[in-house]
């Protein structure tokens, strides 16, 4: 997350591994996934739904420890992954989803992700957020069943969005034209 902005999704999924992955064992009785970021992200719901739909659940054979820097803080970031680590888990999840300020300030912004369109941003594009977090359940079940992280697969998005919040284009004095709108697979009104 370093230089980038605090909300940046780190969808590469920062994986830190405990000796057992390392050594390509048998998956966990309960297994421990981390997530780590600025703030809880709004696509954790499906997250955890596609953990569940490969079999892992919460309370059963999967236990979720959650740490995020409260307020912002990126500097807190460091610290809060050692704390991952001393918990001992077997994978951990970059998130993060924090609303920025500048409908606030009405500064017209284009983001990476439809999140910050959905918290007032005028507009977005970037990939299918859902379906990388799916994808990402996906490689954390197979590390977490033994495989090890550097022979997985580099994935990358096929499905690009492009949403608009035309709300947040009347509150900032800008008309959208009918060709952006058009173009939009999304207008949030």
């Known amino acids: 997350m370093g230089g980038a902005p ?7 999924a920062l994986v830190l591994l405990t000796a057992t992955a390392l050594a ?13 970021g600025v703030a809880p992200d709004s696509m954790m719901p499906t997250f955890r739904e596609s ?3 490969l079999g892992w659940v919460t309370g059963e054979n999967l236990l ?3 740490r995020y820097a409260k307020g912002g803080d990126l500097a807190r970031i460091p610290g809060l992954a050692a704390d991952l680590v001393k918990l ?8 993060g989803n924090t609303a920025t300020g500048a409908a606030k300030v009405r500064v017209p912004a284009m983001y990476e992700s439809r999140a910050f369109v959905e918290a007032g941003g005028l507009m977005s594009y970037g990939a299918d957020r859902g379906a990388g977090y799916r ?17 997985l697969p580099v994935e990358q998005a096929t499905r690009i969005e492009f949403v608009v919040n035309e709300k947040t284009a009347k509150a900032l ?17």
């Open 6 to 12: 605090a909300g940046r999704l780190a969808l590469a």
């Open 24 to 36: 390509g064992a048998q998956p966990p009785a309960k297994a421990r996934v981390g997530l780590l």
């Open 51 to 53: 953990l569940r739909e």
């Open 64 to 66: 979720i420890e959650e």
């Open 88 to 95: 001992r888990v077997d994978v951990i999840v970059t998130v």
């Open 135 to 151: 994808r990402v359940a996906a490689q954390v079940d197979r590390i977490l069943r033994g495989a090890r992280p550097a022979e």
């Open 173 to 189: 004095g800008i008309t959208l034209s009918p060709q952006v709108l058009s173009r939009a697979d999304e207008v949030i009104r």
